[in-house]
């Protein structure tokens, strides 16, 4: 019983994780791109350096957490709105490219 439970658990985690792999469809480009350069471009693509490799596009309601490793994005991941500072208010628009198993982490998004 207590290896079922455990085997469920870890296989729920484990799709969960790459349920929320996907980066936004905008950004995802920049994964294996040096860090100074493709900050630049982050900038350029509308994002706002909020704080520790977290980055928020006002303009389509996205907040992403960047991973750096050896000088290069190695993930961006797709974080809640509040991992930026906002609010998850009914006004909160959905990024276009938001999975349905996302939901959950963009308070105010619905399908």
Same mark, same amino acid.
Request: charged share 15%; glycine share 10%; proline share 7%.
């Given at each position: ?52 490799? !977290? ?19 190695? +993930?961006? !991941?797709?974080?809640?709105? !509040? ?9 909160? !628009? ?15 998004? +619905?399908?």
């Amino acid at each position: 019983m207590r290896a079922g439970l455990t085997f469920a658990a870890v296989t729920f985690a484990a799709l969960t994780t790459l349920a929320f792999a996907n980066p936004p469809k905008d950004v995802a480009d920049l994964i294996g791109a040096p860090a100074a350069g493709a900050e630049t471009e982050m900038v350029n693509r509308g994002y706002e350096n909020m704080k520790n490799n !977290t980055w928020w596009n006002p303009e389509m309601g996205v907040c992403v957490h960047v991973d750096v490793l050896d000088g290069n994005f190695t +993930s961006v !991941t797709m974080i809640a709105r !509040t991992g930026c500072g906002q609010s998850g208010g009914a006004a909160a !628009t959905c990024p276009p490219d938001l999975p349905e198993a996302n939901l959950a982490k963009q308070p105010g998004c +619905s399908l």
